[in-house]
């Protein structure tokens, strides 16, 4: 049985195209605020550097937080206009980041993705567990964390549109899977129990017919 679709705006179909949509997590305030504050402090340093006759290590200083501001400045537009999509195709999986026209993408060939479902979002590591959903890809000898902003059925359902695009089996329910390997496990376990028994009465059967 498939995945029941939910009521998504982030799939898009064209031609032989599936789009998904993903979008920043919103942290406008916090990075405008903390821009402000970076921005204000830059200011007040200026007086300083000015009375500094030739490039010191004030200048320097300043340089480096000027910098510093930047990188604020480029995560607050990404915040704001920044998305990400992944476009799939039977042959390949384009994840393209975007900020406006400016464009950044990472191909994967369809073949090599052995598998594609849905997982929590990543928490960094002074970060509280992520709620959110995105895409898991099992890619080559990689692991590769696809979006955001999700909840789990609707990424189920995004993971089983993806895998059907690129010709993937459909995957089994977790339950089913977790009831196949304890099957596994019970079938292994048994093997290793009858093994030496079986060597043995083997040894003993061979043992009597060299004596008769």
Same mark, same amino acid.
């Given at each position: 049985?498939?995945?029941?679709?939910?009521?998504?705006?982030?799939?898009?179909?064209r031609?032989?195209?599936?789009?998904?949509?993903?979008?920043?997590?919103?942290?406008?305030?916090?990075? *405008?605020?903390?821009?402000?504050?970076?921005?204000?402090?830059?200011?007040?340093?200026?007086?300083?550097?000015?009375?500094d006759?030739?490039?010191?290590?004030?200048?320097?200083?300043?340089?480096?937080?000027?910098?510093?501001?930047?990188?604020?400045?480029?995560?607050?537009?990404?915040?704001?206009?920044g998305?990400?999509?992944?476009v799939?195709?039977?042959?390949?999986?384009?994840?393209?980041?975007?900020?406006?026209?400016?464009?950044r993408?990472?191909?994967?060939?369809?073949?090599?993705?052995?598998?594609?479902?849905?997982?929590?979002?990543?928490? *960094?590591?002074d970060?509280?567990?992520?709620?959110?959903?995105?895409?898991?890809?099992?890619?080559?000898? /990689?692991?590769?964390?696809?979006?955001?902003?999700?909840?789990e059925?609707?990424?189920?359902w995004?993971?089983?549109?993806?895998?059907?695009?690129? *010709?993937?089996?459909?995957?089994?329910?977790?339950?089913?899977?977790?009831?196949?390997?304890?099957? /596994?496990?019970n079938?292994?376990?048994?093997?290793?129990?009858?093994?030496?028994?079986?060597?043995?009465?083997?040894?003993?059967?061979?043992?009597?017919?060299?004596?008769?």
């Open positions: 049985m498939g995945v029941a679709s939910p009521t998504s705006s982030r799939v898009e179909e031609d032989d195209q599936l789009v998904v949509y993903f979008r920043p997590r919103r942290k406008v305030v916090f990075l *405008g605020i903390f821009l402000i504050i970076w921005t204000s402090i830059g200011l007040g340093m200026l007086p300083d550097i000015t009375r006759e030739g490039p010191g290590p004030s200048l320097i200083f300043w340089f480096g937080w000027a910098l510093g501001g930047c990188a604020v400045i480029f995560a607050l537009a990404w915040e704001l206009f998305r990400t999509m992944l799939i195709t039977r042959d390949r999986l384009d994840l393209q980041r975007n900020i406006g026209p400016f464009v993408t990472n191909r994967h060939a369809a073949a090599l993705v052995r598998d594609v479902r849905a997982a929590r979002v990543p928490s *960094g590591e970060e509280p567990k992520r709620k959110d959903f995105g895409l898991e890809l099992s890619y080559d000898a /990689d692991t590769v964390h696809v979006g955001e902003g999700m909840d059925r609707e990424a189920d995004v993971a089983e549109l993806v895998r059907s695009r690129i *010709g993937l089996k459909r995957r089994p329910p977790e339950e089913t899977a977790d009831a196949q390997a304890t099957v /596994d496990r079938w292994q376990w048994l093997v290793r129990s009858a093994a030496f028994p079986l060597l043995v009465i083997a040894a003993l059967v061979w043992i009597a017919l060299q004596s008769h």
